[in-house]
């Protein structure tokens, strides 16, 4: 048997739209595969989720019921585990998500079948199976190949595909798997801090600092442009790291995504790739940086190679003269 | 009690730097080494909970896979406070995926007998965000990804933590030791390692192991243990951004009609 | 009048005196000179307990001639403050003669006299007389000026109020301090002014006694004051009474001043001398070698103090030049040197001496902390290593090598800011502050238009070390690419490290970082050992100075000199001409590493001279250069909003300069400081920010080859 199999996510009882990113780079394989798609839904009531996941690419839904709500990573390992070992599919396919960093790579040592991260895109090559993904922070692209191995564990980057959309009628099989033990106790949530008014995903012009700014107490002076400009201010990790601003302002994987944003400066930001989750899908993109070859300029459509304190200067003088 | 912190010497590029002829990896000549950022991170934890404990209680032990240039990132953990490092490396390591690498730790893991593993959640020039939770399932022991917050006594039978998820929200859970942890960055703050300090770590013992040391066959490393492998690497074709060019207030007043334009 | 033979021209010691009454003197002056001696052991017992890190005796053997000098020429203490300066001196001399008068009638009566050794008597005791009373009517007068100057002129210097505590602190204004600088000038006051009115007591008693009033006027003050008492009315058997009063008074006085000299702030008198004799004229320039090896590399202990540095603690006088000179203090940071030596002193006290009669001593506690005698992180972070304290300090104190080795424990203990935490990591990991790579260092020079030597790989005359802001920072840069050009002009046959090069170092020693700093110097030493030069010329200070004073510690030797003396040489010889003459005005700044540290004042001013300019000087200049702000690591820790910035206190100097055009600068730091704060302190377009080396091109008017660079730089 052969086959795509997808990992779908959920978390807090919703669906993660992430899962159908995943669909649609499994979608580019099949198109020069022809193999089937099946989407695994492992949650204690899995009938809640088939919905989300009846997208007209797949064909098939597998969902395993398992004794607790949120993520553990035994019930997810052992669930995926036993999904391998009973399709034995070809490609296996998970979001680069913070859960699955949390279960994929024990599986796939488990098992030892075919494993790459963070996986941007893929392709058959002569019938070897290639994974795409970045290094030495995007600088370069590396093309992974996995000799020898009849299943590939992937997990697929977020935006790297359009979600995949459509409806469809999949079957729906039900699986037992035996022996589910979680052994993590999950204790509960704990919520972002507040934002206490500051709102990155309905602001529509928003203007961040990074690692550029360089110390708590140039942050002021943003704080200021921001104010003069009207945009709401943004940063982007280690700026919330450092407490330099409120978590609420970070843009980016582990902060917010600027969801209805027109126009994003990002001053003295390198770009992340986790930064530019939060950021990239915005249209009009201006960066200001240093480093003539740092990843934000793929990804803003004006760029400034300069000082960003001079800039920032220059900004104020000139809009407060407006 | 021991807790066993597994560090790794990375690589950050020049803006300009040349592949290696096989072309699957950047050429080390333009590469600057330091120890992964993540590391940091998980090392200095490690030394907060012996620090906690007081005296004689924990012993962290730092180990790295590489050769022997890795030596001065288990220095500077060294220096930092860490008891002892190991370094495993032999030729035939050459090539050697996270997973391999996963299997080489869990062979130390079995040698010192830790309670408690924590690693980087990921590495700053790979970031596979994979060794730590593949050595976790190597050794079928209770694990967390992206921890952001630890709390752990020696001795207690389980620990509680949070992991970051996406978008700043947090999972608070508990699980029972011997454990595998991956630390996120901003967990604690890296304390600075003095050039004296780093000296003085060479009268600490680091120990070199080769695979076979560690039970290992030929066929478990390298790239013949690996779980996939790099066919090559290059410099992407990028699309670039338009650059406002110009002294820095004609540039800033370009800036200022592009806002006029896109906010009306 | 009977004629009266020399013999009896003299005063009687104990005139009139009961036996018990001279018994009952002696034995309070033994318990006096007891109680003297007995601090003295304290104090010195106090010393002892610092780290014997150099040989004392040596040094004071050597610095001897220059610490008779000083002290009898008062320089140090003229210094910047004429007025109180030459008032000390009247006192100084006034309080040595009234010693050795007392001394000789010491030597009269208690050691020769018995011997039937006499002298004091005839024109020898006359003349004794008139030049006592001298001296005591100096001392007077110097007194009182003392007063007026602490009670009304009240300089801002004497102002104990610390900035390195808040106002509601207790201890915020040392008030002890001010309690004692009274109680010392009333009590010599009064022991001055007790001393005439006896001696005019003892005229008016002995009024019939022609040996006696005969000679009154060589005593000029004491005949004054009786010639007042029998205007007033006293009999000669009142004034017998006065005198025996005012005698046990003006003794007890002086031997309870005497008593209390090692317990007080009089006990200056030796400790600045002794300041002085083990002062260590380098102290600025080259800091302590520290030893990696050991388990401490910098002080947290009061033990852990060199001797010589617990005895400059207590040299301190708090005259406040320091504290004045602070480029911190003058901008609102926490730190005055001032208060810090007196921490240390203060500190010094509590845990090195006795606390009852050699009794049980204070647990021992760190130095550094936010406690009461304690100093804290964020002032010893404050400081710029700039040295304009220890420069000025008229008792020796060398506050810049103490303040660095307690930065040494700070860095050790990580105890910095996170953005100087990241510079030297970044110095470690690539040889450079701005955490840049390797290759990056010579590409400053990519597109000058003509080759550099590689110094690694051919000879040259002079090898030019860049140092981090020339080689990375895009304004020195281009200070670099134009120093290049004047080089090759003046057909210079010079090279440069390329990627070798590393930091000096000199900021990282400051910084506190010793072993990185070693580590840099070991590998620039190693690195220059296998080239082959004549001498090395630097455009940065900071690197000259580390070069040229701390490098032969690690086996450097080298001659070197910094730009400016180039610039001046190749002037003088011709190898260069300022053919154009130059019509701005323009003042210039010293930095720091260069004037004060290397007393490198002269050449730059010379260079200058030479394009012609219309040069003022700024009113801190020279060895009072007010620092940029830039030093002891600085320029990589930005100041915290709200406070001035050293630099920004500076440009406002510059500012006050009618109609200037130009700031010049010789250093990369300075010219990083400084352009910024001529921007935040808003004298852009009032006037510019140069480099020396800028001036100079500008006057050789080498249009024709600066042109094309120029411009290739703006399409950039």
Not at chain 1, 47 to 65: G, H, I, L, N, Q
Not at chain 1, 239 to 267: E, F, T
Not at chain 2, 31 to 50: G, L, P
Not at chain 3, 314 to 329: F, I, V, W
């Amino acid at each position: 048997m052969a086959g795509i199999l997808i990992i779908a996510e959920h978390r807090q009882g919703q669906f993660r739209p992430v899962t159908l990113e995943a669909v649609a780079a499994a979608e580019k394989l099949q198109a020069s595969s022809g193999e089937s798609i099946a989407v695994a839904v492992i949650a204690p009531q899995p009938a809640v989720f088939v919905p989300w996941v009846s997208v007209s690419a797949v064909d098939e839904v597998v969902t395993v019921t398992t004794p607790n709500a949120e993520f553990d990573p035994d019930v997810t390992g052992t669930a995926v585990k036993a999904l391998i070992a009973a399709r034995k599919p070809s490609v296996v396919l998970m979001p680069h998500s913070v859960d699955s960093f949390g279960v994929a790579p024990a599986i796939a040592a488990e098992l030892g079948v075919g494993f790459a991260t963070d996986v941007f895109d893929l392709r058959y090559d002569g019938g070897e199976l290639v994974a795409t993904r970045a290094a030495y922070k995007e600088k370069v692209f590396v093309e992974i190949d996995f000799p020898g191995k009849e299943t590939v564990l992937l997990t697929i980057r977020s935006n790297a595909f359009k979600p995949a959309g459509g409806t469809g009628q999949p079957a729906v099989t039900e699986i037992s798997v035996p022996g589910i033990e979680p052994r993590t106790e999950h204790l509960g949530w704990q919520e972002p801090p507040a934002s206490g008014g500051i709102d990155i995903p309905g602001a529509e012009f928003i203007m961040s600092v990074g690692r550029g700014v360089g110390d708590e107490a140039n942050i002021e002076q943003f704080v200021e442009l921001a104010e003069a400009l009207g945009a709401t201010l943004g940063c982007s990790r280690p700026i919330a790291d450092n407490g330099w601003l409120p978590k609420a302002r970070q843009v980016g994987q582990s902060g917010k995504l600027a969801a209805n944003c027109k126009l994003y400066i990002a001053m003295g930001i390198s770009g992340a790739v986790q930064h530019q989750w939060g950021m990239k899908h915005v249209e009009n993109i201006i960066a200001v940086n240093k480093d003539a070859d740092a990843s934000i300029f793929t990804v803003a459509k004006y760029g400034v190679v300069g000082d960003m304190f001079e800039i920032a200067e220059e900004l104020k003088a000139q809009a407060g003269g407006n | 009690m021991k807790i066993l912190v597994p560090v790794k010497r990375t690589a950050s590029l020049d803006d300009e730097f040349e592949m290696r002829d096989d072309g699957r990896d950047v050429d080390a000549d333009f590469c600057e080494y330091d120890i992964n950022e993540f590391d940091e991170f998980s090392v200095e934890e490690a030394i907060k909970i012996k620090e906690a404990a007081g005296e004689g209680t924990v012993e962290v032990v730092v180990m790295t896979v590489g050769p022997e240039d890795a030596d001065e990132v288990l220095r500077k953990c060294l220096a930092k406070g860490a008891d002892r490092g190991i370094r495993v490396w032999d030729d035939a390591l050459e090539g050697s995926d996270q997973m391999a690498i996963a299997r080489i730790i869990a062979k130390v893991v079995e040698r010192e007998q830790p309670e408690l593993v924590l690693t980087g959640a990921q590495s700053s020039d790979h970031g596979f965000a994979q060794t730590g939770i593949a050595l976790a399932g190597i050794l079928g022991w209770p694990h967390g990804a992206v921890v952001s917050f630890l709390e752990y006594t020696p001795g207690a039978p389980s620990l509680a933590f949070r992991r970051e998820l996406e978008g700043g929200l947090e999972q608070k859970a508990s699980i029972p030791m011997p454990a595998v942890l991956t630390i996120q960055l901003g967990i604690n703050r890296p304390r600075y390692a003095s050039l004296r300090g780093i000296r003085q770590a060479n009268s600490k013992p680091v120990d070199e192991l080769s695979h076979t040391d560690l039970g290992l066959t030929d066929d478990q490393v390298g790239e013949a243990g690996s779980l996939s492998r790099i066919r090559r690497m290059y410099v992407p074709e990028r699309g670039r951004s338009e650059m406002i060019q110009g002294t820095p207030a004609q540039q800033a007043s370009r800036i200022l009609q592009i806002i006029k334009d896109v906010r009306g | 009048m009977t004629q009266q033979t020399p013999h009896q021209i003299t005063r009687i010691l104990f005139q009139d005196f009961p036996h018990w009454m001279v018994a009952v003197f002696y034995g309070v002056a033994i318990v006096a000179i007891a109680v003297f001696l007995w601090g003295v052991f304290i104090q010195l017992r106090k010393y002892a307990k610092g780290k014997r890190d150099k040989n004392l005796w040596a040094v004071a053997r050597h610095c001897i001639g220059d610490t008779i000098a000083t002290v009898l020429s008062h320089r140090a203490i003229r210094r910047r403050d004429q007025a109180a300066g030459g008032v000390h001196a009247i006192i100084f001399y006034g309080f040595a003669l009234l010693f050795i008068g007392t001394a000789t009638v010491t030597l009269q009566y208690d050691i020769l006299g018995p011997f039937g050794i006499n002298f004091w008597y005839g024109t020898f005791y006359l003349i004794f007389k008139l030049v006592l009373n001298i001296a005591g009517l100096g001392l007077i007068l110097g007194l009182v000026y003392m007063m007026v100057r602490r009670g009304w002129i009240k300089p801002p210097k004497l102002n104990y109020a610390r900035p390195d505590r808040s106002r509601a602190d207790p201890d915020y204004n040392r008030d002890f301090y001010r309690i004692e600088d009274w109680a010392f000038l009333w009590t010599l006051i009064l022991i001055g002014i007790t001393g005439f009115v006896l001696s005019g007591a003892r005229l008016v008693w002995l009024q019939a006694e022609p040996s006696v009033w005969d000679y009154r006027w060589w005593s000029p003050a004491g005949a004054a004051v009786a010639v007042a008492l029998k205007i007033l009315g006293i009999s000669a058997a009142d004034a017998a009474k006065l005198r025996l009063g005012l005698w046990w008074f003006h003794g007890l006085l002086a031997l309870t001043f005497i008593a209390l000299i090692p317990y007080t702030k009089a006990k200056h008198i030796f400790t600045a001398i002794g300041a002085w004799l083990v002062r260590d004229p380098e102290a600025v320039r080259r800091l302590p070698v520290g030893d990696l090896d050991q388990a401490k590399i910098g002080y947290t202990e009061i033990g852990d103090f060199g001797r010589h540095y617990l005895l400059q603690a207590d040299a301190c006088t708090k005259c406040g030049r320091c504290h004045e000179a602070c480029p911190a203090n003058a901008t609102g940071y926490p730190l005055s040197p001032r208060d810090l030596i007196l921490t240390v002193r203060e500190h010094a006290n509590q845990q090195l001496t006795p606390s009852f009669l050699g009794l049980g001593h204070a647990a021992p506690i760190s130095i550094l902390g936010d406690g009461n005698v304690q100093i804290r992180s964020e002032t010893l972070w404050a400081c710029r290593q700039c040295g304009a304290c220890t420069e000025i300090c008229p008792v020796a104190v060398e506050h810049v090598p103490i303040i660095n080795l307690l930065r040494r424990s700070l860095v050790e203990a990580g105890d910095m800011d996170p953005m100087l935490q990241k510079t030297l990591d970044a110095v470690n990991k690539t040889g450079n502050s701005f955490n840049e790579s390797r290759r990056k260092r010579p590409r400053w020079a990519k597109d000058i238009g003509f080759e550099i030597k590689d110094a690694r790989k051919e000879p040259v005359d002079i090898l030019w070390f860049l140092g981090d802001f020339a080689s990375f920072d895009p304004r020195s840069q281009k200070v670099s690419r134009t120093f290049a050009r004047i080089l090759h002009e003046a057909e210079i046959d010079f090279g440069i490290l390329y990627e070798a090069e590393t930091t000096a170092g000199n900021d990282i020693r400051r910084v506190g970082e010793e072993g990185l700093f070693q580590t840099l110097a070991e590998g620039n030493v190693a690195t220059l050992a296998e080239c082959d030069f004549k001498r090395i010329v630097t455009t940065d200070p900071h690197s000259y100075n580390t070069l040229k004073n701390e490098y032969p510690a690690f086996g450097g030797n080298y001659r070197i000199d910094h730009a400016s003396a180039l610039l001046k040489e190749l002037i003088d010889t011709g190898a260069i001409s300022l053919s154009k003459k130059l019509d701005y005005k323009v003042t210039y700044h010293d930095p720091c590493h260069l004037g004060r540290f290397n007393k490198g004042y002269d050449p730059p001013r010379a260079a200058i001279a030479g394009t012609g300019v219309d040069f003022v000087e700024l009113p801190r200049s020279r060895d009072n250069s007010f620092c940029c702000g830039g030093g002891g690591g600085r320029v990589w820790v930005p100041d915290p909003p709200g406070v001035t910035k050293p630099g920004e206190n500076r440009v406002r100097e510059a500012g006050t300069i009618a109609g200037l055009d130009m700031l010049v600068v010789n250093c990369p730091k300075c010219m990083t400081m400084l352009e910024d704060a001529v921007k935040t302190a808003g004298f852009e377009g009032k006037f510019q920010v140069k480099e020396l080396i800028e001036l100079v091109a500008e006057a050789m008017d080498m249009d024709g080859k600066m042109a094309a660079p120029a411009a290739a730089e703006l399409v950039q």
